[in-house]
């Protein structure tokens, strides 16, 4: 983390001191130039003026000079852009950067104007610096963070892939494995009486043997008593018929004698 601050800091000067360096250069008034200098929207005309009317160092020195004032964003750049598609961005930053530069020139400053061929020049200088140190650079410091753990400003989070529902043949496999792992679990054994010992078995034949050997209780005083008050009253009901019967045969026999 603080290997990877310091590296960020010390880039960002350096931007800041290019950035000044830059404007110093080119928004600078040149009052000696302003009759001589007009602005230029067509790509190549500068150039080929360059190799026309100038002198091969002074050439060297214009298109060389455009060149270098676009390589230092190729090598910050990319410190500070996405990774994905990192040097189509540092490109376009480079180009949209001088284009601004170049129109406040063309509109403010005195001795400037606007050159398209400028823009070009600074672009292709940022392509050079890029390809030459600035990628290698930046290659290693993000190599470095994500090695250490702590991903780069410019690292981008990865997209969290949708979630897929299972097709057939997965709901098939799944359920054939759980119907396996049904199966292959243990049932629990279902509680068993334990057999009688041979004890047990002896001491309830004894028991039964017992049972029968034993004699019948006799019966009760209450129910004898019961018994003998029964007995007298059907002896005294039979005795009394008995009377009642002898009677009706001495009526009648009195009937008789008195005819």
Partial sequence: MLVRGAVLTVVLLGLVAFSVLLAK??????????????????????????A??????????????????????????????PRRLRMIRTTLLTAVAMAVVELIQGALVEGRAF???????????ALLGYFVLGRRISHRYYTYTDASGSPGPSAEKPEAEPKRAPGPAARTKAAATKAAATKA???????????????????????????????????SAPAQKRGTRTGRTDGAASGGRRATGSGAVRSLLDRLRGR
């Fill in 52 to 81: 026309e009317d100038y002198t091969f160092l002074a050439a060297c020195k214009q298109a060389g000079g455009n060149l270098l004032l676009g390589v230092p964003f190729g090598l910050l750049l990319p410190f500070f852009v």
């Fill in 185 to 219: 679990a243990p049932t629990k054994a279902a509680p068993t009486k334990a057999a009688p010992t041979k004890a047990a078995r002896a001491k309830a034949a004894r028991t039964k043997a017992g049972q029968r050997d034993r004699p019948k209780p006799a019966a």
């Fill in 115 to 125: 050159d398209v061929d400028d823009v070009i020049l600074n672009t292709a200088g």
């Fill in 25 to 50: 250069v080119t928004l600078t008034p040149s009052p000696a130039s302003e009759d001589l200098v007009t602005a230029n929207l067509r790509p190549g005309r500068s150039l080929r003026q360059y």
